[in-house]
């Protein structure tokens, strides 16, 4: 059997950057999937010696199979039937059964066989050469590569990332003769935009590479990416600065360029004045620069940007640049200059004019409430409540200063700046900053305490108050991110080991909304309270916690999540130690006896009763670890108490193996019943250890 | 590419004729301006109409536009809230279309080899014209010059054929080609005498009076039941079955929510009200329009694709 190399490539107008691996990936791993699909169970034989790689630029998404097989090697297909001796009657002729195998198999009698007893289908599948295969494996998936937003172009109904303009589809020098997306395939590619305007003939799959390097163009993701770094250190270097180099700007810009040059300009020092993190976002975001520091990480007067040609005259390049960034910097310098003007305070009023949301009335109100529950929050957390009021009345200011007008995502940042600016506490612009923290899974956490009751308090408001005029997120519809919120909020009490409890917090800030009736209040806490506490399960599956050990302390709905927290340890903890496992299973089967019982109450012990060994020794047991057990409740110490409560394994086994539990004596039997529910309300006051599995 | 090359220091109505010229030889009609308050090329009947249904079109046009969110008293050097748009429409959208683009850059003197031209990934979406499309801005050595779009949606209706827009931001690629640092110091036009007129000469006082207005002076309330009546005379004019001033009424009202916004009048979940309600009377103008065109037969469309939309037409009734 003989092996090709494939080549197939794509020729689009520029496709989008941030997509663009993953595009190429998808590609690639779909035709692969094609040809294992045809090759059927020898796939991973066949396929073994051939070697893939991807190429992906603005203008191209190209994929090199090189030692394919190429062709579907022939094969015997055998299919046993009905056994013979029932396949003819007396006379000889064919029976149903036989009829109708031969009709399942689309075959007639004569080409039928014996093997075994059994009426037998041999058939012979010849070669199949795979070059008439692949048109179709590409084509599917192409279909299938993960496009948010196709589109369509001209006069014609093909939809594509962006308007599609020529293929390449060749086996070896033989070009496979197809129609794709509404071009026919050749062997003809195109270079560089700019640099290599001529076609280019691909012989073929092997000088692919080499021969879009002549025409100015680096096909491979990878390498390209690689020239751009060290074009970006060298860069740095001539300027004695430390270049930023983050890895999703540089894929973006990877997925930028063809021929990546990477140059140096400059911008005003002046500048510098304005907060960093706006610079920093002005020539990312928007002109895609790598920004540099100096040793301290002070973000220095320079920017690198990758260009896609070797101008004739860079310096032009670099002059076009820095108009660019400057009135982008000038912007954020007059925007920053301007905002100081107005202090924060004298900015509340004009939150009056902004609704926040209908019901909810204007965000002035919502600072309002937030101040209130803030400054509670800080009191229970031993906080300065009056630093926590003053943040929340100052917190939205800066939605209405102009920065944040224009550059969105420095909300908070700005308002910390201005703060400090107007002359306000340190950590009430601290709390200003930390209010929007955590921003998105595994972000930080706020570290003041003004921060953390405000943090608390925003979010707790928006929920209580969509849950009250009835808009809690159903399915994919979350519009104020309310799930998210709760996340921030559990978070936050969990990781800054905060003794709060849900209950209390929600009914706080459910009083304080007017659009709430006097009447629904209660029941509008206590819908917040549980939803808060489902969202508690997403924040464990995203971690190491099982989730019936999630399960096991939900069951109790305790509302402080700090002890939910420790709870949810200390099972974790429990499920480590060799008792566990015999432990749940005696759980369990305490929970069923019980539950047939429907007994509503704890029954007393009369410890005369007691008569066989096993449960005289558990009573002591029990009684001996009550006392020990009360104050590690009351201090939580859940981790401390399980592996306390392990050491019954012994008794309870002991107990089930030599202890009748339903005797004859039905008072006998309800003094073991109360043994069993002593024992039962021992571990539930840590979790319900039956749930696990 | 073979167009002239516009002369070396080429004045902002150089830059207009030239590209007026460029695309008149491509077969565009050039046609003037509308004389209404909108925010961009987008909005002139020439685009947002002709871009729904089946009817070729092309035309280019320059579109004075105005955004009074972006106004600055006429002291910032790059934003204004009245600047121009060079708006090029072709539908269908051919396939050399970046290529034509392309020769437009060269017939204003940008030569693609000392400049660093990119077609960097933009996806528009306008919620008040119920429209989207894909394509690209494209950057001149970083400067964004041009918006490129492919219409896939427009008034709510799929664009069948596609129209490719091409809007270009005239001030700042004529700083780019005058290589100035200002707005108000580009050259408008050149005297016989050798003296010029610059865009401050003509635009700077109206920067700084107009951005009062926008900012300080626009009568909030009143506006606001300005919105109210734009869309009842919308919806009144639809009734009677008169898509195109009922089209023009779609715009006043959006222009007197842009008026708001300056004032910072509208918080941002009304923002959302606003704009949906403008974007039923914007969808409510589309089906109108095409309905319209449907009665006159499609007149511009190309036979196959005319017959093609007739039936779809029919069948959906």
């Not at chain 1, 949810?568 to 047939?596: G, P």
């Not at chain 2, 004075?64 to 006429?74: F, I, K, L, M, V």
Request: proline share 4%; net charge negative.
């Amino acid at each position: 059997m003989a092996t090709v190399d494939f080549l197939v490539e794509l020729g689009t107008a520029e496709l989008p950057p941030i997509s663009l691996q993953k595009l190429s990936k998808a590609f690639s791993a779909g035709i692969m999937q094609g040809l294992k699909a045809e090759l059927g169970k020898d796939a991973q034989t066949l396929l073994a010696a051939c070697s893939v790689e991807n190429f992906a630029t603005p203008r191209r998404l190209a994929v090199k199979i090189s030692g394919l097989i190429d062709e579907i090697p022939a094969s015997v297909s055998s299919v046993q039937g009905p056994p013979l001796k029932i396949c003819y009657d007396a006379d000889g002729n064919p029976s149903k059964a036989l009829i109708g195998f031969a009709k399942k198999n689309s075959v007639e009698l004569e080409q039928l066989s014996e093997r075994d007893g059994k009426i037998n289908y041999t058939q012979q599948i010849a070669a199949k050469p795979l070059a008439a295969l692949m048109p179709g494996i590409v084509e599917h998936s192409l279909s299938e590569l993960p496009i948010a937003k196709r589109m369509r172009w001209g006069a014609n109904k093909i939809e594509f990332v962006r308007p599609v303009q020529w293929l390449v589809m060749l086996f070896d020098e033989r070009v496979i003769d197809c129609e794709i997306l509404g071009v026919q395939a050749g062997n003809q590619t195109r270079g560089h935009r700019f640099h290599h305007q001529q076609p280019i003939t691909i012989n073929n799959p092997a000088e692919y590479e080499a021969k879009l390097q002549r025409a100015y163009v680096i096909a491979n993701f990878s390498k390209r990416r690689d020239k751009i770094v060290t074009q970006v250190k060298q860069q740095a270097e001539l300027i004695n600065c430390i270049p930023h180099i983050e890895d999703d700007l540089l894929d973006e810009v990877t997925g930028l360029n063809e021929w990546p040059v990477a140059l140096t300009g400059a911008f005003d020092k002046e500048f510098l004045s304005v907060p960093q993190e706006a610079l920093i976002l002005s020539m990312k975001e928007h002109q895609k620069y790598f920004y540099t520091t100096d040793e301290k990480g002070q973000l220095m007067p320079n920017f690198i940007t990758i260009s896609n040609i070797e101008s004739k005259d860079v310096s032009k390049v670099i002059a076009g640049n820095e108009k660019v960034i400057r009135p982008r910097l000038a912007d954020a310098n007059f925007f920053f200059e301007n905002d100081k003007k107005i202090s924060l305070e004298s900015r509340c009023e004009k939150l009056k004019k902004i609704i926040f949301q209908q019901q909810l009335g204007t965000v002035y109100a919502k600072s309002q409430r937030n101040a209130a529950l803030a400054s509670h929050i800080a009191g229970l957390i031993q906080g300065d409540q009056q630093k926590a009021q003053r943040a929340a009345l100052l917190a939205k200011t800066d939605l209405v200063t102009d920065m944040v007008f224009e550059f969105t995502d420095l909300q908070g940042l700005m308002g910390y700046h201005y703060a400090l600016n107007d002359g306000e506490d340190t950590e009430v612009a601290q709390a200003i900053f930390e209010q929007y923290l955590p921003k998105f899974a595994g972000d930080q956490l706020p570290a003041t305490k003004t921060g953390l009751a405000l943090a608390l308090a925003d979010r707790l408001d928006t929920l209580t108050g969509m849950f009250g005029i009835g808009q809690p997120p159903t399915g994919s519809k979350d519009p104020f991110a309310l799930r998210r919120a709760t996340v921030g909020v559990l978070r936050i009490i969990i990781e800054q080991k905060l003794d709060l409890d849900l209950k209390q917090l929600v009914e706080l800030s459910v009083a304080q909304h007017e659009a709430i009736a006097a009447e629904d209040k209660a029941k509008v806490a206590k819908q917040v309270v549980l939803f808060m506490l489902e969202r508690l399960r997403a924040y464990y599956e995203d971690g190491t916690i099982r989730i019936d050990t999630y399960l096991a302390v939900a069951a109790l709905a305790p509302s402080r999540p700090l002890d939910f927290d420790q709870r949810v340890n200390a099972v974790e903890h429990f499920r480590s130690l060799a008792a566990a496992q015999s432990l749940t299973a005696a759980n369990k089967r305490v929970s069923n006896i019980l539950d047939k019982q429907s007994l509503d109450k704890q029954l007393p012990i009369d410890s005369a009763l007691l008569t066989e060994a096993a449960e005289i020794e558990l009573d002591h047991c029990l009684t001996a670890l009550d006392a020990k057990l009360m104050p590690m409740f009351e201090s939580s110490d859940y981790r401390g108490a399980l592996t306390l409560l392990a050491s019954l394994q012994q008794p309870i086994d002991h107990f089930f193996d030599n202890v009748m539990v339903m005797a004859e004596d039905p008072a006998v039997q309800k003094n073991r019943l109360a043994l069993l529910q002593k024992l039962r309300q021992l571990f539930l006051r840590i979790a319900d250890i039956s749930l696990l599995n | 590419m073979t167009a002239t090359p516009a002369p070396k220091g080429a004045t902002f109505q150089d830059l207009i004729l030239a590209l007026q010229t460029y695309w008149s030889k491509h077969g565009c009609v050039v046609i003037q301006p509308l004389d209404m308050e909108v925010g961009a090329g987008t909005f002139h009947p020439a685009t947002f109409l002709r871009a729904i249904g089946p009817e070729s079109w092309k035309a280019a046009y320059v579109q004075p536009s105005r955004r009074p969110t972006d106004g600055r008293y006429g002291e910032n050097p790059n934003r204004l809230q009245h600047y121009y748009q060079f708006q090029t429409v072709l539908k269908p959208s051919p396939d050399n279309i970046q290529e034509l683009y392309l020769g437009s850059l060269e017939a204003l003197g940008v030569d693609p080899l000392v400049h660093d031209i990119r077609f960097v990934e933009d996806n528009w979406e306008s919620p008040t014209l119920g429209a989207w499309g894909l394509g690209w801005e494209v950057w001149l050595d970083g400067m964004e010059v041009s918006q490129f779009t492919y219409f896939q949606q427009v008034g709510g209706l799929e664009c069948y054929p596609v129209t490719g827009e091409l809007t270009y931001g005239l001030e700042r690629l004529a700083m780019y080609i005058q290589d100035v640092d200002s707005v108000y110091d580009l050259i408008w036009a050149t005297n016989s005498d050798g003296t010029s007129i610059t865009y401050g000469d003509v635009f700077h006082q109206n920067e700084v009076e107009q951005s009062t207005y926008n900012f300080e002076h626009a009568d909030v309330d009143h506006l606001f039941s300005v919105f109210d009546f734009h869309e009842r005379e919308c919806n009144k004019l639809l009734a009677a079955n008169l898509p195109l001033p009922a089209y023009e009424q779609t715009l006043k009202a959006s222009h007197t929510f842009n008026l708001l916004d300056a004032r910072k009048a509208i918080s941002v979940t009304e923002r959302q009200r606003f704009i949906l309600r403008v974007r039923t009377l914007t969808r409510g103008v589309a089906e109108a329009y095409l309905n319209s065109r449907a009665k006159l037969g499609f007149p511009l469309a190309e036979e196959g694709i005319r017959l093609e939309a007739l039936a779809a037409l029919e069948e959906s009734k």
